[in-house]
């Protein structure tokens, strides 16, 4: 088990339950953010010009989407500059939730729960430098099946931190998990 604390991870280990926090802060988000301004503002620009045409229904619709991506793209940079990630593991669930936008949250029973693991893709195959791999967090169900927790950690800090929550996900699972009915005290 890893002995070291992650910097960018704050850890409260409860009697009952063990809750690790990680901020999505990225240095790009503020070069996302630059970009959904200059998007947004000239679709504003280019469709507050004066036409003397009709409305094509066809360019409506395509403002339309090219709005919508805009504010897409400005939700991502505003979640990355201020959205943190708690995963809070207690003796009936493992969650996994996103604020203060909301994301997607995911929440898996622990009696379904097999273990935590982690693993990276390849995003560009043509560079080995590690800025390139992807690190994700799954739950490795009972059934078989496997339910992402986290994904998009990049680098080695990604790494890290993935790890990180592995081994004390994993860790307390192990600690407290239930007693078998041969092994349970008797009062």
Do not use: C
Not at 69 to 95: C, E, P, Q, S
Not at 123 to 133: L, V
Not at 163 to 169: D, L, P, Y
């Amino acid at each position: 088990m890893m002995d070291e604390q992650v910097a960018s991870i704050t850890v409260v280990d409860e009697t009952n339950k063990l809750v690790l926090e990680r901020r999505w802060y990225n240095s790009y988000a503020l070069g996302v953010l630059f970009l959904s301004v200059v998007w947004n503002l000239l679709l504003i620009l280019f469709t507050t010009l004066p036409s003397e045409d009709e409305a094509d229904p066809l360019a409506v619709l395509l403002i339309l989407v090219l709005g919508l991506v805009g504010m897409i793209i400005g939700y991502w940079g505003l979640a990355m500059l201020f959205n943190k990630t708690t995963i809070t593991v207690d003796r009936k669930n493992l969650h996994v939730a996103h604020a203060p936008l909301p994301w997607l949250d995911k929440t898996v029973e622990i009696s379904a729960l097999e273990r935590v693991e982690s693993g990276a893709m390849i995003t560009n195959k043509n560079s080995p430098r590690e800025i390139n791999r992807m690190h994700y967090l799954t739950a490795d169900l009972k059934d078989g099946t496997h339910k992402t927790l986290l994904h998009g950690l990049r680098g080695t800090q990604g790494a890290a931190e993935v790890e990180f929550i592995k081994e004390r996900v994993n860790a307390y699972l192990v600690s407290h998990a239930p007693l078998a009915e041969d092994e349970q005290v008797v009062a």
